[in-house]
């Protein structure tokens, strides 16, 4: 059986095993835009998402996402790869947090329109069975804002756009 070398300690960069001890965060310029930080000490390349990585020899280096999925080490590969997800995971968040806090402006300002609420309250709830409770489509537009998600949410403002273009 052929003994493998670890990917990094072919490269001179410490001894195996090797683990991922800190980073993942990409770099934000005076802007707030992303921007890439240098250079990856195992390839080269230029690296946005950095990840610190130490040897069992107690060497630090610096890589990106990409160079951990080419050694082939499992263990590295799900860390980077949560990480990763929850950057990602965090910026989608932040972007609809972002629509949605713009959203909300605009849907006061419609909801402050008495003509427009008044519009609303005389259509029926889409669901027949809150129709006959009573329930109107504004009791449907503002369950929305304040029990749905994301996208129930947008839906709700696009809707109410569309009432206050009437």
């Known amino acids: 059986m052929e003994n493998k070398i670890h990917k990094f300690e072919e490269a ?5 095993p090797f683990r991922v001890v800190g980073g993942g965060q990409i770099p934000k310029d005076r802007d707030n835009n992303p921007r890439g930080v240098g250079s990856c000490h ?9 990840f610190v990585i130490e040897s069992a ?5 610096k890589v990106g996402s990409t160079c951990v999925e080419k050694t082939g080490d499992k263990g590295m590969i799900d860390v980077v790869k949560r990480k990763v997800n929850e950057i990602k995971r965090q910026q989608r ?40 409770q009573g329930k109107t489509f504004l009791d449907y537009i503002q369950w929305n804002l ?3 998600g994301h996208r129930g949410y947008m ?7 569309k009432y206050k273009g009437d």
Do not use: M
């Not at 020899?57 to 280096?61: A, E, N, P």
């Open 93 to 132: 968040y932040d972007r609809e947090a972002k629509k949605r806090a713009e959203a909300k402006i605009e849907i006061d300002q419609i909801l402050a329109d008495e003509k427009i609420v008044e519009k609303l309250n005389n259509e029926p709830h889409p669901n027949d069975y809150y129709a006959s």
């Open 12 to 16: 001179g960069l410490g001894k195996a």
């Open 146 to 148: 304040q029990n749905a």
């Open 42 to 50: 195992y390839c080269g390349a230029c690296i946005r998402q950095v």
């Open 155 to 161: 839906w709700a403002h696009k809707t109410l756009k």
């Open 57 to 61: 020899d107690g060497k630090q280096f």
